[in-house]
């Protein structure tokens, strides 16, 4: 069995970069362990209409990856062989647990609270305990915190999240890579953090410098 990324969507705005994140990982061979928290379940109905239900997670999930940041059909017609559905109450699940393979985790979007159980290791639902777990276990981990602004509070949990070994990667888009759709801009976040989890991808056109032409093309 290879080791899966585990990828945790928590209730902040900002699902199409979990859409992005899961499809690109998907589309790289890798292998997915998937954690819908409560309130993420709630932020996915606003933002797509989609009603994600754990007795028919894989039939949601596909709706949910074949559609674009705008709300129009995207490009995904893949398998979902490689995903394997957590519910964020069953904190007796697989990632729970250190002795449970696994490459890495990813939390995209992290809400502030996702970020403040996860610094203070609460561990209230599974999305927070598998986080504990892969800092404590030393592998990777991506935070792709959605806020704006930023409280003290949050930045001082973002700080100690950083100390504990995370990548703290916020939901900023950037323009360099030319981007001509709402889409781009998603995938541009989505591309940088599987850039910091080591995961090949070709999501954006990555700067060249100024002699080399500036960005280069996808």
């Keep these: 069995m ?19 994140v899961l499809r690109a990982l998907l589309d790289a061979g890798e292998s997915v362990d998937l954690v819908v928290s409560r309130a993420a379940r709630l932020t996915l109905l606003d ?14 999930l596909r709706v949910w990856l074949a559609r674009g940041a705008d709300g129009k059909p995207d490009a995904f017609d893949g398998e979902l062989g490689g995903v394997r559905y957590w519910a964020a109450g069953d904190l007796a699940a697989g990632p729970s647990s250190g002795s449970y393979p696994a490459k890495g985790m990813l939390i995209v979007p992290a809400s502030t609270a996702a970020v403040a ?20 276990e030393r592998r ?22 950083n100390d504990a070994g995370a990548v703290v990667l916020p939901a900023t888009p ?16 989505a591309g940088r953090a599987l850039d910091a989890a080591g995961v090949a991808h070709a999501l954006y056109g990555r700067w060249k ?4 032409g500036g960005r280069s093309e996808r």
């Design 117 to 136: 159980g996860v610094a203070l290791g609460l561990s209230k639902d599974l999305l927070q305990r598998a986080a504990s777990v892969t800092l404590k």
């Design 140 to 161: 990777p981990l991506v935070v792709v915190v959605r806020e704006t602004p930023l409280g003290g509070q949050t930045l001082r949990q973002l700080v100690a999240l």
């Design 174 to 189: 950037a323009f360099y890579a030319g981007a001509t759709h709402i889409q781009d801009l998603v995938d541009f976040v």
């Design 209 to 212: 410098g100024t002699l080399g």
């Design 2 to 20: 290879r080791q899966p990324w585990i990828v945790g969507v928590s209730g902040a705005s900002g699902t199409p970069y979990a859409a992005a």
């Design 47 to 60: 933002e797509t209409g989609i009603a994600f239900r754990d007795a028919h997670w894989a039939d949601d």
